[in-house]
C-alpha cells in the first residue's frame, strides 16, 4: 500500500492526443499522483497546456523528447499513450528499466503475436513483453493487474463489449459463435488527426457504418470473451462500428441467441450479482445513455430478451470508461489503492 | 395524363407537423400541384407560415377548419398528416366524396385490422377503406399506386428496411425468421412537440435505443416482407430502432443469415438490376451515409457478405424519402406524371 | 477555518433542474462537503440519481419535501436552486434558523427591491435580508462571501460580462455608458423544462438572438460594474444574448469605446494583473474558446484594442463557473477552504 | 430573353468545394440551365458524384481539366469557383473569349486594386478586368448585373451585413462611422479543407472568435457600403466574425448609432418598403433564426430600435444566399429570367 501523503510520480509518453489529454485532466486531481513528465515527438518545448488549453493553469508542464533514462530514474509508472506499431518498441524497454507500464496502444491487447500480425498487418517485435503483459479490464482481472509489470489498456470497443457479455459468457448462457456487436461510437476515438471524415461539415448531422466485419477491435473482442468462457468456447462476433455525431460516447447493442430460455427479470439480477463488486458498471432495467456516462468512468449496462435472443445494451464514455479512466483504475490497482480514487463521479 | 399547364389543387390537413412542414416545401416547387388548402385544428387562422417560418413568402395560406366538404369541392387530391387513431375518421370519408387520398398516418397501412388492435391499441375504425388502401411503396407498388385511392404512406424505418431487404426477400436468399434490424434516426422521426427526452440539453451528445422488439413498425415490415416473399413466408423481425443527435436522417443496419453462399459483388449487382427502373434507389459499393440523402427522395443502399450473414445498409431521410417524398412520389404516379416531378435533385 | 476530517453536511433546494444536477456532481467529490438532504416538490420519494442518472451510484439520496426545520437541524449550509420569486419565501427564514445559504436564483442579486420589481414583474417580499446579501462573485467580493450569511450567486452571463469588465471600470479605462455585449448561450441556460424553442429538431442547427435590450441580466451586470466603478459612474450596457446549438457555454464578445489611447498588450498585461490571484480566472492573448472551459470553473478572457474600442472575449462553461461551479467556490470561502477545494481541474 | 425551351450550358470551374457542391444541386434542378462541364486540378476523371456522393444521380459528370477553350466552345456561362489569388488568373481570359462569368472568389469584389492588395497580400493581376466586374448583390445592384460580363459574386458576410445596413445607409439614418457587426458563422463556410480547428470533436460544442477587426470582408463591407450611402461617406466598420457549431448559416448583429430618433415600427417598415420588390429578403417584427433559412435563397431580416442604437439582425444560409443561391439568382438576371427561377423554396 502505498503512503497517501506522498504522490507517486508518473510519466506520460505521447501526451497530445485525446486520450492523453483526457489521462492528464484525470491525473491533475489524482490525490496519489503527480505528473512529473509529458513527452512529446512533434512538440518539444511547447507547454502541453498550449496544446490542450483545456489545461492551462492545471498542468502547464513543457513537452519533452522521449529518454527512457529520464523516465526510469524519476517515475515509478508510465502511460504509455502511443501509436500502435510505436509503443511496442517503448514498453518492453522501460519495464526492464523498472518502471511499471500501462500501454493505452494495442500493441500488447492480444496474446498471440500471428493474430497480431494478421490484423494489424505488421509483425510484433517484443514478443517476451507480449506474453507477460496483462489486459487491463479491471472489472475482470483486477488480481492479475495489481501484480502486473506491463498493463494492456483495452481498446475502447472492446470494453463495452466485453463487459456487456462477460457474465452471459461466464453462464454459458449465449451461442457464442453467433454474437453481433452493433456499435456506435463518438468522433474523439478516431483521434485528433484531421481527416475529411471528420472534418466537421462532414460528419455533422451525418451517421454511417465503417469496416463492418473488418475492425481491429474484434479479435480483441473474441480472445478475451473466449479467455472468460474457458479454453474450449469458439466465439465468433461480428462487429459493426459506426459513427454517430457527437464527441465521446459509445453505446454497443448486442444480439446473442439465448442456449436456454431466460427472462429479463433473471438476466438482470444475474448482471447486478456479477458486477456487485465493481464501482464502475452500473446495471439498471432502464437502457442506457451515453450521455449519462460522459465525462465519467462508468460503463452502463442493460438488458433485455426477446424471443430466443438476448440483447445487451452497453454505454461508456469511450475516452474515459474507453480508455484514459480505465487506465487510471489500473494504475489504482497496481498501487493498492480503493480503484474510484481521483475517478469519481 | 394530367394537363401541365393546370396544376393540381392539394389540400394538407394536419400541415403543422414536420411532416406537414415538408410535404408544403416540396409542393411548392411542384411543377404540376398547388396546395389550396391547409387544415390544422389548433391554429385555426393562423398563416401556416406563422408556424413554419422557412415557407414566408413560399406558402402564406391561413390554416382553416377541416371540412369535408370544402376539402371534396376544391381539391382532387389530399394528404392527411394527422396522427394515426384520428386520420381513420377522416380519410374513408374524403374517398367517399370523390377525393383521392394519400394517408401519412399508420392508419392504413396494416392491412390486417387485428394486427393493428393488437399494436395500436383501438380497434380499427373504417375497416372497408382499410382493405382497399394501397401501401404506398412507390419502388414495389407502383401499379396499385397508380390506380388507387387510398394510398397508406409507409413509415419511415419500414421505408428503410423494405427497400433494404426487398431483393433478399423476392430472392429468398435468406431466413426471413431470424433478420435483425439495427436502425439509428433522428430526432424529427419523433414529431414536433416537446418533450423532456428531445429537449436539446438532453439529446445532444447523446444516443440511446428504445422500445427493442416493441416498436409498432416492426409489424408493417413484416408484413410488407411476407407480402414480397410470397404467401407461405414466415418473416420475424427483431426491430431496434436508436436516437441519434441529428435532425433528418435515418440509418438502418441489417443483419440477416444467408441461405445459400453468395458474394457481396454479385449481391451488389443484384441489388443495381432490382432498382434499375427506380430514380430514388442508389445502390453503391460504398456504405451509405445519411447526409448524402438529407433533404432529397433518395434512399442509399449497400450490401456485404460476412461469413454468412448478409449486411443491408440502408440511409434517407426520414422526413422526405421517408415520409413527405415519398408521399409526393405517390401523388406523381397517381396523376401519370414522372416520379421524379418536383423531386430532383 | 474547517476541520478536513470531517466534512460538511449540506442541503440543495430544489435539486431537479441542472444547476442542482452540476452541484451535486460537484460536491460529491468534494472533500469537504456532503450532501445531506435534497428536495424536490414535484418528485418527493423519487431517488435524485433517477431523474439524474449521471449521478446513479454517486448520489442516490430520496427527494424530500422542503422543511426548514429538518435542514436547520441537520446541515450548516444549504444551496437554494428554486425559481426566483420561490427563493425569496426560503431563503431568509433559513438565515433566521442559523443556516448559511447560497441561492442561485435571482432573488438577492439586486440590492435596490424597486429595481427588482421593475425587472422581474413582482414586489421583493425579503426586504430584510435583500440587504445583507453579499453578491457572490468570489473574483471581486471574496471577503464579504466568506463572511456572508446568504449569497446571491450571479447569474451566468453576469459572471462572464463583469469578470471581462472589472478590470477595466476599475481602471476608469472605458466610456461605461455605451458597452455592447453580444453574448452567445448554449442551450442547458434556459432550464430543464421542455419547450418547443429548444426542442431538438428546432435548435439543432439553428441560432438566434432574443430578448435584445430586455433580458434581466442587464440590471444586474449595471449594479455590480457601477459598484465596482465607484459611485458617480453610470454604467449602460446594450445587452443582446443569443442562443447556440451546444449544451454548455458562454461566449461574450463585449465592445467598449476606450477613454484614453491603449494597446492589446497593456491591457493583456493589466489583466493578467487584475486577476493574479483569482485561480479561475484564465487571461491569454489566444482568444477564448467555450469547450476549454466546459466541465471546469475556468472563466478564459483575452482582450483586444482595434482603434478606439477595447473588445473583451470572455468564454465560461454557464453550469459550473456561471452557476453551480461559483457556489462550490462561495462554499469554500464561506469555510474558509482554498477557493479551489473541489473544482480542480 | 432566353429560350425556356432550350436550356443554357454552363460550366463550373473548381466544383469540389462546397460552394461548388451546391451550385451543382442548385443548377440540376434549374429549368434554364444545365451542367455542360466541371474541372477540378486534383480530381480529372473522377466523377464529381464520386466527390460529392449527395449528387450522384442528379450530376454524374466526371471532372475535366481546366480548358479555356472548351469552356469557351461549348459554354456561354461560366461559374467561377476557385480561390481567391487563382480566380484572377482566369476569369478575365473567358470573359475576352466571349464567355460570361460568374466568380464566387474575392478577386473582383473590391473595385480598387490597392484595397485588394493591402488586404489579400498580393498584388492584382488581372485590373482591366477588375474594373468593369460588377458587384453581384441582386438586390442593389440588378441592372448593372443585368448587362455585366463578369459579376464579383459577394462574401457570404458582406452579403449578410450589406443587407442589413443597405436601407439605413442609404436614407441617411446611421453614424457609419461606428457600426459594430458581430457576425456567426455555421463551419462549411471555413470551406471543405480539412484542419484541426474545423476537427469534429474540437469544434462540436465550441464558440469563439476569430480574427477581430481583421476579417478580409472588412473592406468588401465598408467598399459598397459607401456606394449606396454616396459618394462623401466614411464607412468605418468593426467586423468580428464567429464560429458556431452548426453546417450552414450566418446570423449578423449588428450594432449602429442612430443620427436621429427612430423607432423600431417605423424603420421595420421602411425595410418593408425598400425591399418589397426583393423576392429573397424576408423582413419581419419576428428575429430571425438561421434554421428557417437553411437550404433556401432568403436572407431574413429584423430591426430593434434600443435607447440611440439601431440593431439589425441578418440570417442568411452562407452557402446558398451567401454563395451559390446569388451566383444562380445572377444568372438569372444575366438571362433576363425571372430572379426566382430555379431557386424556390
Not at 526510469?72 to 518492453?92: N, R, V, Y
Not at 511499471?100 to 496502444?105: E, G, Y
Not at 483521434?191 to 454511417?208: I, K, M, T
Request: aromatic share 6%; charged share 20%; with cysteine.
Amino acid at each position: 500500500m502505498s503512503n497517501p501523503a506522498q504522490p507517486i510520480d508518473v510519466a506520460v509518453i505521447g501526451a497530445t492526443g485525446y486520450t492523453g489529454r483526457e489521462l492528464l485532466r484525470l491525473l491533475a486531481r489524482h490525490p496519489n499522483a503527480r505528473v512529473k513528465l509529458v513527452t512529446s515527438r512533434q512538440h518539444q518545448g511547447t507547454l502541453i497546456s498550449d496544446i490542450h488549453p483545456v489545461l492551462r493553469g492545471v498542468i502547464d508542464l513543457p513537452c519533452v523528447q522521449l529518454d527512457l533514462s529520464a523516465i526510469a530514474d524519476s517515475c515509478a509508472f508510465c502511460f504509455c499513450a502511443l501509436p500502435h506499431g510505436t509503443s511496442m518498441e517503448i514498453c518492453g524497454q522501460l519495464v526492464e528499466r523498472g518502471v511499471r507500464v500501462i500501454d493505452l496502444s494495442a500493441d500488447y491487447r492480444l496474446r498471440d503475436p500471428n493474430l497480431y500480425a494478421e490484423w494489424y498487418n505488421r509483425s510484433h517485435r517484443d514478443a517476451a513483453h507480449l506474453k507477460e503483459a496483462v489486459y487491463g479490464l479491471p472489472e475482470l482481472f483486477a488480481a492479475d493487474i495489481a501484480r502486473a509489470r506491463l498493463v494492456a489498456n483495452p481498446g475502447c470497443y472492446p470494453t463495452a463489449a466485453v463487459l456487456a457479455l462477460a457474465p452471459l459468457a461466464e453462464a454459458s448462457a449465449i451461442h457464442l459463435d453467433r454474437i453481433v456487436i452493433d456499435a456506435k461510437s463518438g468522433i474523439s476515438g478516431a483521434g485528433r488527426s484531421p481527416s475529411l471524415d471528420f472534418h466537421f461539415p462532414e460528419c455533422d448531422e451525418n451517421l454511417w457504418a465503417y469496416k463492418p466485419g473488418e475492425h481491429r477491435h474484434t479479435p480483441e473482442m473474441q480472445t478475451v470473451l473466449a479467455q472468460i468462457a474457458g479454453d474450449e468456447a469458439t466465439v465468433r462476433v461480428l462487429f459493426v462500428p459506426h459513427i454517430v455525431p457527437l464527441e465521446r460516447g459509445i453505446l454497443a447493442t448486442i444480439y446473442a441467441p439465448l442456449r436456454r430460455r431466460e427472462t429479463t427479470e433473471d438476466l438482470l439480477d444475474m448482471y447486478s450479482a456479477y458486477y456487485a463488486g465493481s464501482p464502475f458498471v452500473r446495471v439498471s432495467p432502464d437502457l442506457p445513455r451515453v450521455k449519462n456516462t460522459a465525462y465519467t468512468n462508468f460503463c452502463d449496462l442493460s438488458v433485455r430478451v426477446v424471443g430466443d435472443t438476448v440483447l445487451v445494451f452497453s454505454a461508456l464514455d469511450n475516452l474515459l470508461k474507453g480508455a484514459s479512466g480505465t487506465a487510471v483504475q489500473n494504475l489504482n490497482l497496481m498501487l493498492g489503492l480503493p480503484e474510484t480514487a481521483g475517478l469519481l463521479p
